[in-house]
């Protein structure tokens, strides 16, 4: 657990959480192997899980062409991916072997919205992330709106 | 039995009375009169007034009924008024009471509550010039603060003796705002700048409105310690109600604390007013410096208002300045009225309350500065 | 005592003046202490969105690449002429695609090295763009 929550605390998105949030957040997530090429998630399946990149790359394709990569411990791999109807948004591949920490969307959607605050942070964190690695991912897409159901 | 009646007759009113209690019964109806049919300052003036009556009832020395022999009742419960005990808990109430918004909105305003407070010197040494001593001096400055119980806790420290002309006056002059202020007003400042529309004050938030009391008292306290009695009280009540958490303390602070001690105040003070004791040319010097101080600090406040307008963008009414010699709220409806004579769509009531209440703040200040000049 | 003689006696101009000063003091620094209350609120709320305050992350320093292999060198060539098949900038999920198809071996990986060596850039529109300077210097 300690090492999850290590790669929690160097992540941008959940750096500012506080140690108790940090402790839930990590309670919340499983450890899983990736295979170079393997296909994380697919774009128009049922969304199930959200992602944090403990090491290896992984490659996010968007429907319009974009693409991101992803190689920083600690990124998020998540809300992009999630569409109000609960489906993915996006397709993840992993180019490497390496590991995520894998969190069930609807721990994570319960979480957030148990704790209005906590939410916050993640949202606003999330939305600095985006602006800044990911200008290009459009926000209206983000799931501020989108949790709601 | 013929000597049993004469005894008793003796002991009467009837017998005892002096026309210095008379003059004072006369006084405190004059009192209860302008609280209950003129509306003026009642919650005060009513109680005052009826003491009066019940300190001017001509009484036999040595039975302990009359306020100053240490063994009567009204003596007891004056010893709130001459330990200082009273004006705090008052405070304690307005400041469970009071909104500070308008303040916190637009901080500037505060400085026309500083202004005010140049009143209270001026009078102190118009005071000086006439030939009381400073303690006596200081005491009848600070009626120009326009606050009673600022004034009853810095003469309850300085001049004791002087606490029943110095209360009567303070809370005669504010009982008389709406017809002391506006021809000050009026005289001193231009239709024009009477017509100036103040900006919408910016809407603040639940956290400033607590940290405030916080803040203002560590901040006060640390300048003029001497402060602390009422800054803290009146810093305390008002973060029992802002808190939220504590709205039942906050409740007791502004209901039954305040009215409870008002009453007890009033009505000690208006005891106080004994004929032999009250009627003296002191108190007529204290009248008159009384009035003097109010006239000062109201004209202070206008001009300083009219001097910042020299420096800001956002025209404030110079009619605020006013505002600032506490006296709450009656001189900032007080603004409201004479803003409203020359257009009757301004509305200067909430921002007239700013300087209104930091002019309690510098009075609280100002007397807590004053008290450790003398002591 | 009386007039002017009294006031100076008891001190009565300094005490005048210092008092007025010291309200004067009070109120200035407590407005300008309460006029910046909302201002502090603000950046507290908004504390993680300063670039001063952030947590720096922290980017262990990329390690220099070893130089490429043969089958590295050759797979490299292969994506270049993918590339110049295709937009520019091009799409990175069209190119894999590509290279799937095409047969090329370790498709995944192989990209991943050119993104690595920055033969690969992304122009931070969602596309990349094909650093031909990175390729001469690990592939030529």
């Known amino acids: ?149 | 039995m013929e000597t049993l009646f004469l005894d008793f007759f003796q002991n009467t009113g009837f017998f005892l009375c002096d026309y210095r209690n008379i003059i004072m019964i006369l006084v405190g109806m004059v009192f209860i009169y302008l609280g209950i049919a003129k509306d003026y300052e009642p919650l005060l003036l009513v109680p005052i007034g009826f003491g009066m009556l019940m300190g001017n009832i001509p009484v036999f020395k040595g039975l302990g009924l009359g306020i100053y022999e240490s063994n009567s009742v009204l003596h007891y419960l004056y010893l709130g008024v001459t330990q200082g005990v009273y004006p705090p808990l008052i405070f304690l109430g307005i400041g469970a009471m009071t909104d500070f918004s308008t303040l916190l909105a637009r901080p500037v305003l505060m400085l026309l509550g500083a202004a005010a407070q140049a009143g209270i010197f001026i009078t102190f040494l118009g005071a000086l010039a006439l030939g009381f001593t400073p303690h006596e001096a200081a005491s009848i400055g600070i009626i120009g603060g326009a606050d009673g119980p600022t004034a009853i806790f810095l003469t309850a420290k300085l001049a004791p003796t002087l606490i029943g002309p110095i209360a009567v006056a303070a809370y005669s002059y504010m009982a008389l705002v709406p017809v002391i202020q506006p021809p000050i007003m009026r005289l001193l400042t231009t239709r024009k700048e009477r017509l100036i529309r103040m900006e919408e004050p910016r809407e603040v938030g639940k956290r400033e409105k607590i940290l405030f009391p916080i803040i203002a008292f560590l901040l006060c306290c640390f300048l003029a310690p001497a402060a602390l009695p009422l800054l803290g009280m009146l810093c305390f009540g008002n973060l029992l109600k802002e808190a939220v958490v504590t709205e039942r303390l906050a409740v007791a602070a502004r209901t039954s604390i305040i009215d409870s001690v008002t009453i007890l105040l009033g009505v000690t003070v208006g005891a106080s007013t004994q004929g032999d004791v009250f009627l003296t040319t002191k108190s007529v010097g204290i009248f008159f410096l009384g009035a003097l101080s109010f006239c000062v600090a109201t004209a202070c406040g206008l001009l300083f208002a009219k001097f910042m307008n020299l420096f800001l963008k956002s025209k404030i009414n110079p009619l605020l300045g006013a505002a600032g010699v506490s006296a709450v709220p009656d001189s900032a409806r007080v603004v409201q009225v004479v803003g409203q004579r020359e257009d009757p769509t301004n509305f200067l009531l909430m921002h007239a309350m700013a300087p209104n209440i930091s002019g309690v703040i510098g009075s609280a200040i100002a007397a807590g500065v004053l008290w450790s000049f003398m002591s | 005592m009386y007039g002017i003689e009294a006031i100076a006696k008891y001190n009565g101009w300094a005490i005048s003046a210092v008092g007025v000063s010291i309200v004067f003091t009070g109120l200035v620094l407590l407005s300008l202490s309460i006029s910046r209350i909302h201002k502090v609120l603000d950046l507290w709320d908004n504390r993680n969105n300063i670039q001063l305050f952030k947590k720096k992350v922290v980017k262990d320093p990329k390690p220099e690449l070893p130089p490429f292999t043969p089958n590295e060198k050759a797979s490299a060539r292969q994506f270049r002429l993918l590339i110049s098949t295709m937009d520019d900038p091009f799409s990175l999920q069209r190119l894999l695609h590509l290279a799937k198809i095409s047969g090329l071996e370790r498709p995944h990986a192989s990209l991943d090295h050119l993104l690595k060596a920055r033969i690969i850039e992304p122009d931070h529109q969602g596309h990349h763009l094909f650093n031909s300077e990175a390729f001469d210097r690990f592939v030529s």
């Open chain 1, 1 to 149: 657990m300690s090492g999850e929550l290590k790669i929690l605390e160097k992540g941008t998105i959940f750096s500012s959480l506080a140690p108790n949030d940090l402790k839930r957040l990590g309670s919340l997530m499983e450890t899983r192997d990736i295979q170079e090429g393997e296909t994380l998630a697919t774009r128009g399946e049922k969304a199930t899980q959200v992602f944090i990149l403990a090491s290896g790359t992984l490659l996010i394709a968007m429907d319009d062409g974009k693409t991101a990569v992803m190689e920083t411990p600690g990124d998020f791999i998540g809300m992009e991916l999630l569409s109000s109807k609960g489906e993915y948004i996006n397709t993840v591949i992993s180019l490497t072997r390496g590991e995520v920490l894998a969190i069930k969307r609807d721990d994570f959607i319960d979480l957030i919205q148990e704790d209005s605050a906590l939410a916050e942070t993640i949202m606003d964190q999330w939305h600095s992330f985006l602006t800044e690695t990911l200008p290009f991912v459009e926000k209206e897409a983000s799931p501020d709106t989108e949790y709601h159901y």
